[in-house]
């Protein structure tokens, strides 16, 4: 399976979201909505990007219950949700992402070591676990191979690590 190519769409500004959008359609596999344009923008702006956009898959962050089941209510493709949330928030975030047919993203930039996290993991059964490329990722990856959940790779990769990030096989490499 080919790695996917995801941009995270978070600026402040809807109309240079909009147009950064178009302009990298044909470049990227798929966009995210992030958290200060959602708050900036709200749900809805979903369906503005679909119309932008309507051939790329649209994921977003949510940062609480509410947040997924509003995205999941306007259709998103996937939900990407910090790790640090509850247990209970997140078992009720993957049941409304299955139930929807969709899929979540558990990000870790937000815990401290993301190998420590591997029970709780198993235990919440995420689509796929977002590692940030910042942390010891050698150690992470080394960590985190028996969960047989896939990974994607974001937080401040650049091109030249590509190759590199590569071998360890990600779903996603995840730019913004």
Known sequence: MATLLQLV????DRGGSLEMARQLADLVDAFELGP????????AFVNVLRGTVPDRPVACWAETEADAQALLEVGVEGLTVPASLSDEALSA?????RQAGRRMLLDCSSVADPVAEQAR??????????IPVMVN???????LRGLEIPVAFSA???VAQVPWLLLYRPVALIAG
Request: proline content about 8%; aromatic content about 8%; glycine content about 16%.
């Open 121 to 130: 993991f198993r235990r919440l059964k995420p689509d796929l676990v977002k």
């Open 93 to 97: 975030i993957v049941f409304g992402c």
């Open 9 to 12: 769409l978070d600026g402040p």
């Open 36 to 43: 200060r344009l959602l708050r900036a923008e709200g749900p």
């Open 156 to 158: 401040g990769w650049s």
């Open 137 to 143: 990722l050698r150690g992470v990856m080394a960590g």
